[in-house]
C-alpha cells in the first residue's frame, strides 16, 4: 500500500482547552468539510438548524463528543461551544488562521 494511501485515513489532531479542560480535537476530512457546508447552505446564524451545524462540527471534529446528546449540548455555555467550532474549523484550513 502507498504512502498516501495510508495517510489518506490518518487524523491530524492537537488539545484544545475548553472550559478549563483539554480535549482533543481533529482536522475535519474533505468528506466532513463538505457535510457541513451542505448543511449550512442558507441558513441564518441564530436559525435553530445553525445550533445543528455546530453541534456537527464538534460531534465530528471532537472524538469525546460522539456521545453528547441534544441535551447535553444545550446545557454547554453557548459562547464556549461556538469558540470550539471556530477553531476546529480553523485547525482544519477554514477561516482565519487557517491550521494553526
Do not use: C, H
Amino acid at each position: 500500500m502507498s504512502v498516501m494511501k495510508n495517510l489518506a485515513n490518518k487524523r491530524v489532531s492537537k488539545k484544545y482547552k475548553f472550559m478549563g479542560e483539554e480535549v482533543t480535537i481533529a482536522k475535519l476530512s474533505v468528506a466532513q468539510v463538505m457535510e457541513i457546508q451542505n448543511k449550512a447552505k442558507g441558513l441564518s446564524e441564530e436559525s435553530e438548524e445553525g445550533f445543528d451545524v455546530l453541534r456537527t462540527v464538534i460531534q465530528l471534529g471532537v472524538e469525546e463528543a460522539n456521545d453528547l446528546s441534544d441535551e447535553d449540548f444545550e446545557n454547554f455555555p453557548m459562547d464556549e461551544l461556538s469558540r470550539l467550532s471556530q477553531e476546529i474549523m480553523k485547525f482544519s484550513g477554514l477561516g482565519e488562521q487557517k491550521g494553526k
